[in-house]
């Protein structure tokens, strides 16, 4: 009977290191076979893979597996004078109606108009994959006869971004941070300029150590493509003539296939996109396209020898995770050693405390700071007293456990 129950024990402890490991892998029955180690009646473990594997190369599936179950998050900011397709340059590169009851001011209200912040969130899922995407709208940029500081509403607003991502950083509960952070912006270019206009110079002088900027000519259906490509060029010499910092894709790697390289070159040389926008579907050559219908003919949206709009989204979503990591690593590093410079200071518990070198430390919350460190002082102390308790509950038991049994 002691070998049975012994035996019947054992096989309940492989039942449950079996159901333990389907359990961390997050692995159904039938993927269960494919794991590189598997347990045989015998009760050993063999490794079917050649010798020296040891299987920690599957660890990119469970940060795929997981970070799927989370979803993506991004925003992006699209700013320009009203009238370039802003709107529907937006919602034909996501298939998606961001702005449904949305009213066009008259001349008579632009005059006075301010600028204005409106963001929409909208939940995208495409083929299990779940993406919080953020658009930020700029209605009132440059409409003002008076448009000199119309773009410090926009810088106001990335910063307070940062401020709160920072707050939340610093805080207790990190768990589930939204990030709303500014990862990208769009700058619409009119395409009836000569380039650049002093305005698009200061406003992208004023946001490019703050966010990525991706300068876009709206409307590219006006321009022949000898006048498209004339203004490409015009607009980055005066992009590098002023020193102004747009985003630039990252090199291919050495080891990325040939094709992945291609694209990378072609999107480089495609800065700054001309696209067009269409929401209607029309129809050209027997079948529905997304287009814009003229007497001389159709402007498909989608059609890459007619405009860069495919090129714009491609280089969107295949870089999406880079413009994240730039945000992060180079302008949110900035935005807080910034902030650190300008006189603040961090708390007992990471808070980052604006403090004026003129005025020196403000009393009240250095008493703040003072009574956090106590109480952070109070609970060390309980601890160690209730650890040094069960130390010694733990030895009576075990000089009970060794006495004499009658």
């Known amino acids: 009977c002691h070998s049975l129950d012994v035996t019947f024990m054992g096989n309940r402890l492989i039942d449950s290191l079996v159901a333990a490991l389907m359990y961390l892998a997050g692995l159904s029955m039938l993927s269960m076979s494919r794991l590189c180690f598997f347990f045989h009646q015998q009760g050993q473990f063999t490794n079917p893979e050649t010798p020296g594997y040891v299987g920690f190369?599957?660890?990119?599936?469970?940060?795929?597996?997981?970070?799927v179950k989370k979803g993506f998050e991004f925003t992006l900011m699209v700013v320009g004078e009203s009238g370039l397709g802003k709107s529907t340059l937006i919602n034909s590169l996501f298939l998606t109606d961001l702005y449904p009851e949305r009213v066009i001011p008259g001349a008579a209200e632009?005059?006075?108009?301010?600028?204005?912040?409106?963001?929409?969130?909208?939940?995208?899922?495409?083929?299990?994959?779940?993406l919080r995407l953020t658009v930020v709208d700029t209605p009132g940029y440059g409409d003002a006869i008076n448009s000199q500081d119309c773009f410090s509403t926009i810088i106001a607003y990335i910063?307070?971004?940062?401020?709160?991502?920072?707050?939340?950083?610093?805080?207790?509960n990190r768990r589930h941070i939204v990030d709303n952070r500014v990862h990208c912006c769009f700058y619409f270019i009119s395409p009836l300029g000569h380039g650049l206009k002093p305005l698009d110079v200061q406003f992208m002088k004023a946001i490019h150590n703050k966010v990525n900027v991706v300068p876009v000519i709206a409307k590219?259906?006006?321009?022949?493509l000898k006048e498209r490509e004339?203004?490409?060029?015009?607009?980055?010499?005066?992009?590098d003539e002023h020193g102004i910092k747009i985003y630039h894709l990252p090199d291919a790697e050495s080891d990325e296939d040939e094709d992945f390289k291609e694209q990378t070159r072609i999107l480089k040389t495609s800065i700054p996109f001309?696209?067009?926008?269409?929401?209607q579907q029309i129809e050209a050559k027997g079948k529905k396209v997304r287009g814009r219908l003229y007497p001389w003919g159709v402007v498909e949206v989608e059609n890459p020898e007619h405009n860069d709009f495919l090129k714009l989204r491609t280089m969107l979503i295949t870089h999406m995770q880079d413009l994240q990591e730039v945000t992060q690593d180079l302008h949110y590093e900035n935005f807080r050693s910034?902030?650190?410079?300008?006189?603040?200071?961090?708390?007992s518990h990471g808070y980052i405390l604006p403090l004026s070198p003129a005025k020196?430390?403000?009393?009240?919350?250095?008493?703040?700071?003072?009574?956090?460190?106590?109480?952070?002082?109070?609970?060390?102390?309980?601890?160690?007293?209730?650890?040094?308790?069960?130390?010694?509950m733990q030895k009576q038991g075990d000089g009970e456990g060794d006495g004499p049994h009658v």
Do not use: C, W
């Open 159 to 172: 910063d307070d971004q940062f401020e709160r991502y920072l707050h939340d950083e610093s805080g207790l």
């Open 360 to 392: 020196g430390p403000d009393p009240e919350e250095m008493d703040k700071d003072m009574i956090l460190q106590e109480k952070e002082a109070e609970l060390r102390r309980m601890q160690e007293m209730i650890a040094k308790m069960q130390a010694q």
């Open 274 to 279: 001309a696209v067009v926008g269409s929401n």
């Open 338 to 347: 910034e902030r650190l410079k300008r006189g603040g200071r961090l708390s």
């Open 230 to 239: 004339r203004l490409k060029r015009r607009i980055l010499d005066e992009i």
């Open 57 to 67: 190369a599957n660890l990119p599936n469970q940060v795929h597996r997981k970070s």
């Open 220 to 224: 590219a259906d006006t321009l022949t």
């Open 110 to 130: 632009k005059i006075e108009r301010t600028v204005q912040i409106e963001a929409s969130t909208v939940e995208i899922e495409e083929r299990g994959v779940k």
